[in-house]
């Protein structure tokens, strides 16, 4: 049989809080689209997070030739956090609520016919190699993360949506920060950019290795997931109307032009604050202080250069 339709071995984990609501019938669907291209393909489903990370972990230890993971951006985390810095590839179907990951590396985010399609092109090709993030707290926990960590007034909007049941979708987000708009206030932050130090007050601060939170929010337009750098976003003190004004602009990446946002790109950020939490793809990470660099080519995945 020739290399390029040699069949893959691979295992599909799939959100264990999808068995209602639009992805409900995903996983079932990608499930049958591989076995029906030929691939050995071992279903992963539990409970709950904790026991699917066990199964997950031990798939991965068996060297497949890909885990594929089915849900949001949670689940990419999940699936980043296990095969960041191995030789495993991870596939994505995206059936979530922002799907970032999915959006920064060309993957049909709204579509999961199309990402599907996407998957079983890309398991008959090399895999794309991109960098990845690792976060270190202050107990020496490491995180890893493949598009972006919130570490202001995003993960405090974060906190708030994930809370959320309604509405579902993008606009959950929206409608959270509109919620904590209403006590809006500054944070002191400590701030080490490759080695300078420096001490800001700002209402917002991300670090992104891909582009965008929040459902298509580009908080870090220009970032790229293979240059060897991390976009560091600073909002620095500012009011709530005006606030406001930038929020619709950040849609668009066009929030960069105001004189109060500032982008670094650096190899390594520390952040430290009092009472804020960061989140890694929308996953809580834990309080701050965290220190975070990029790992570059860390993190294999199936996807496209481009559409």
């Known amino acids: 049989m020739p ?27 990608v499930l049958k689209a591989l076995t029906d291209a030929g691939h050995d ?13 066990v199964s997950a972990k031990k798939a991965v230890a068996s060297k497949p030739d890909a885990l594929i993971v089915v849900g949001g951006d949670g689940m990419v985390n999940l699936g980043t956090n ?3 810095g191995t030789d495993v590839p991870l596939g994505l179907v ?18 999961a016919p199309g990402a599907i399609r996407v998957l079983l092109e890309q398991l008959q090709k090399p895999a794309r190699t991109i960098d990845a993030g690792r976060i270190r707290q202050s107990d020496g926990a490491t995180t890893w993360f493949a598009c972006m960590v919130s570490a202001g007034f995003d993960a405090v909007v974060n906190e708030r949506a994930n809370r959320m049941t309604w509405p579902k979708g993008p606009m ?31 209402v917002m601060i991300s670090v992104g290795n891909g582009v965008s939170l929040g459902g298509g929010m580009l908080v870090t337009p220009d970032a790229l997931v293979d240059d060897g750098l991390l976009d560091v976003l600073v909002v620095e003190q500012m009011g709530r109307v005006a606030f406001l004004r930038i929020f619709p602009r950040v849609f668009k990446g066009e929030h960069l032009t105001d004189r109060r946002v500032t982008v670094y790109k650096v190899k390594k950020v520390s952040i430290a604050a009092s009472g804020v939490a960061a989140y890694a793809d929308g996953e809580r990470v834990g309080p701050l202080p965290v220190d975070i660099e990029v790992v570059p080519g860390a993190l294999k995945v199936l996807a496209p250069t481009k559409r």
């Open 3 to 29: 290399e390029a339709t040699k069949p893959k071995r691979v295992f599909v984990a799939i959100n264990p809080t999808a068995s209602f609501g639009k992805g409900s019938k995903v996983g079932p669907a």
């Open 82 to 84: 296990l095969v960041a």
């Open 172 to 202: 959950r987000y929206n409608i959270a920060l509109l919620y904590e708009l209403i006590g809006l206030k500054p944070i002191t932050y400590t701030l080490e950019l490759d080695g300078v130090k420096s001490t800001t007050q700002a």
């Open 94 to 111: 995206p059936s979530g609520t922002g799907n970032d990951t999915a959006r920064v590396l060309n993957i049909p985010f709204n579509d």
């Open 41 to 53: 393909v071992t279903r992963l489903e539990e409970p709950s997070y904790a026991e699917l990370i």
